[in-house]
């Protein structure tokens, strides 16, 4: 007589292999729902998020480097942002270790080259000191900005989108520059303009901007921006 236990059922099998089969697909098909349902919620949008996190972090680093040249017992007006990879114009690396940001004698900053994932031009980071921002310390005072000019839209949003700054609707950028004049920083804190937001009250001390129309800045009509301030003053 045959053992009823013993009998092989071959349909349970099926019927396992049907289940993942089903779970696979709604897995699939909430993925792509999502994906249409859901802007920027693609591969590239998790990559611009990790772009994001990657500027706002050099630039506390750099405000940390700042700090550290300060600490050495240098003045605000002996910062130096000399590198070989630099434009002249910041002065020649090595020459003063301790006020150089990116000297490990001085800030200990290493050295970013530019991302061309993220800017719509190749543009290496500015150092100004040309503007008084505004909330930002003394009214009366420049401040030390970095500036990575020639970011896209897309990271410009995030970026306020996480600061808190109002970029909706995105013509609202225009109004945090103005006209920006990039001055390179060489020791000099000088300048007649005053970094707003959509509001006085709305203005932080990170975001993006986008130079204003016809402002006569050093960057073309509607170029997106990142600053950071380093130093207020």
């Not at 970095?146 to 410009?156: E, G, K, N």
């Amino acid at each position: 007589m045959k053992n009823p236990a013993s009998s092989n059922h071959p349909e349970s099998g099926n019927v396992l292999i049907y289940i993942i089969g089903a779970i696979f697909l709604i897995g699939l098909l909430t993925v792509i729902l999502k994906g249409t349902t859901t802007p920027g919620s693609g591969i590239d949008y998790e990559a611009m998020i990790l772009k994001a996190s990657q500027v706002r972090a050099y630039g506390a680093e750099l405000e940390r480097g700042v700090s550290y040249v300060l600490r050495n017992g240098r003045s605000e007006t002996e910062i130096s942002f000399a590198h070989p990879n630099h434009s002249s114009v910041y002065g020649t690396y090595g020459s003063d270790p301790t006020a150089e940001v990116f000297n490990l004698q001085g800030g200990g900053v290493t050295w970013k080259d530019n991302d061309s994932d993220i800017q719509t031009a190749d543009t290496d980071w500015v150092f100004t000191a040309t503007s008084d921002m505004n909330l930002v310390g003394d009214s009366s005072n420049m401040d030390l900005v970095a500036v990575l000019p020639y970011i896209t839209q897309d990271l410009c949003l995030y970026i306020n989108e996480q600061t808190g700054i109002d970029s909706d609707p995105i013509e609202n950028i225009d109004n945090l520059g103005d006209a920006y004049v990039l001055t390179p920083f060489a020791g000099s804190f000088s300048g007649s303009e005053t970094f707003l937001g959509d509001t006085p009250t709305e203005f932080k001390p990170e975001g993006c901007g986008r130079e204003a129309a016809g402002g006569g800045g050093s960057m073309p009509d509607g170029t997106m921006f990142y600053y950071k301030v380093l130093l207020a003053r």
